[in-house]
């Protein structure tokens, strides 16, 4: 598009640049995270468990700095977000039943997810709010995807280019090289479409309306997963799922106002 002149091209200096690299490496971890956690597991639990993205989020902003103090009620909902995920890991008659390599997967999503918000917040205001350097959400979101894809390349040569040709031979025979094809092709574009899409949205919306719509779009990938992909959901998880995403949704709400500053005693 910036070739074409449909959007104007970023105009960004080596500086500009340089920041931006630690929240592309932060993106590359954080998707490749959430992918794993799906690969390994059922996609249903791996949603279930990035429900604890807010956790993660507030630990980093209390001890990265500048430090970011929230309400306490905005802590307190960490309290159900957290519970809401234990419970979905109770199993009836089995006990606590997780996916220890899909968790794992998932919470290092979380974090870097975390570390990209934080690291990202000043970065992107700072672009955005200097017009010369035509860095709109879009323009943003095409950046940032960009130095992720350069972190992303040299990490799955390193780890996947010793069992490429056996995978992809099995999944030619079981479904066919053009539909493998057509399913990558169709799976990164919709990825970029619908991340370019929520970065512009939430950029033009309120908080609340953004939390909303977030909070919807868990429960429908949730369900709709648990549905395509026939994973079974026992009423633990369901309800434990539950309680974890009006959590988050909670504490996205409660996160936006302004922590109580401490009183000074007057002389």
Not at 228 to 257: D, H, P, Q
């Amino acid at each position: 598009m910036w070739g074409s002149g449909m959007r104007k091209t970023p105009n960004l200096t080596a500086a500009d640049i340089t920041a931006c690299i630690p929240i592309g490496l932060c993106a590359c971890i954080a998707h490749g995270g959430s992918v794993l956690a799906m690969g390994v597991g059922a996609v249903s639990f791996a949603q279930i468990v990035k429900a604890c993205e807010p956790v993660f989020a507030a630990a980093v902003g209390l001890l990265l700095p500048p430090i970011d103090v929230k309400p306490v009620l905005a802590y307190a909902m960490l309290i159900p977000i957290v519970g809401g995920v234990g419970l979905a890991c109770v199993k009836e008659g089995k006990g606590i039943d997780i996916n220890v390599e899909a968790f794992m997967y998932a919470s290092v999503a979380n974090l870097a997810a975390a570390f990209k918000g934080k690291l990202g917040g000043s970065v992107t205001k700072s672009l955005k709010g200097d017009r010369s350097k035509n860095m709109d959400a879009a323009n943003v979101y095409g950046v940032m995807n960009i130095i992720s894809f350069l972190f992303t390349v040299p990490m799955v040569v390193f780890s996947e280019l010793p069992t490429l040709r056996g995978e992809w031979d099995i999944a030619v025979a079981e479904h066919g090289a053009q539909a493998v094809v057509t399913n990558i092709a169709l799976s990164g574009f919709f990825f970029y479409v619908y991340n370019e899409f929520a970065f512009a949205f939430t950029a033009s919306v309120g908080a609340v309306t953004s939390s909303v719509l977030n909070t919807a779009k868990r429960v429908i990938i949730i369900v709709v997963s648990s549905v395509l992909f026939n994973e079974a959901m026992e009423r633990n998880t369901v309800l434990g799922s539950a309680i974890a995403i009006l959590g988050t949704f909670a504490y996205s709400l409660t996160s936006k106002g302004k922590a109580v500053a401490p009183k000074t005693k007057s002389a």
